[in-house]
């Protein structure tokens, strides 16, 4: 069984819609990111959680929130989607490396469709 | 804005070849580098981390760090077709609570 899980996998919606990403881990990581990706633009870090009391904002917050409702679940949510949201979401999960690194563990990713 | 530089390829190399993958980074203080391979569609996969200067070698993966030049590099030896993947180049920001930037990928074509 995958350690980090996103669901949906893929996802159309039009303008407006009120949107939920989920992932799910069973690493036993304490911290939580949510990632996009576009071409040309690499990922970029949307939210990011180091345990269910601490949620920080990344580069591209505007126009998404997140619930961390246990230290096993961290969900992305779009208020209301624009086109310009389209993208491939990734989850992503870390605990410090033997070396102090933080080393990140990536879900498969919910493909989103804003029309 | 820290930035990861990375040239978006295509790289090209023969089957069996080295090939030889850079990355450059701007945030002096950066002590913590990764790289990770990611198929087309599908998500990023850790394969090194490297934290101290000189080379970190893991089967037919070295991963090269020159802190001094910021600079960061991942060769493969005996390149076959399965290694044909995005390789991301990820540094740790200095900044405190681990944040990663990640380069854009170079894109990698081993020639059967």
């Known amino acids: 069984d995958a350690d980090v899980t996103q669901t949906p996998r893929n996802r159309i919606t039009k303008t407006g819609k009120r949107i939920m990403l989920e992932c799910s881990q069973t690493?036993?990581?304490?911290?939580m990111y949510w990632y996009r990706q576009d071409p040309g633009l690499g990922l970029r870090l949307i939210y990011y959680?180091?345990?269910?009391?601490?949620?920080n904002k990344g580069e591209i917050s505007d126009g998404y929130s997140v619930s961390r409702q246990a230290q096993a679940k961290f969900s992305l949510s779009l208020e209301s989607a624009i086109p310009n949201q389209t993208a491939l979401y990734f989850c992503a999960t870390s605990e410090p490396g033997t070396s102090g690194g933080n080393e990140q563990f990536f879900g498969p990713g919910t493909r989103l469709t804003v029309l | 804005q820290k930035e990861v530089e990375q040239n978006s390829g295509p790289l090209s190399v023969p089957e069996g070849a080295i090939a030889s993958l850079n990355c450059t980074y701007s945030?002096?203080?950066?002590?913590?580098f990764f790289w990770y391979r990611q198929y087309s569609g599908k998500s990023p996969e850790l394969i090194m981390s490297i934290y101290s200067n000189g080379d970190k070698e893991d089967g037919r993966f070295t991963a090269q760090l020159n802190k001094a030049s910021q600079y960061v590099s991942l060769l493969i030896r005996d390149s076959q077709p399965s290694d044909s993947a995005t390789y991301l180049c990820a540094v740790e920001d200095s900044g405190g609570y681990q944040k990663v930037t990640f380069g854009t990928g170079t894109k990698l074509q081993v020639i059967p």
């Open positions: 945030d002096r203080g950066s002590q913590s």
């Open positions: 690493k036993g990581h304490d911290r």
């Open positions: 959680s180091f345990d269910v009391k601490d949620i």
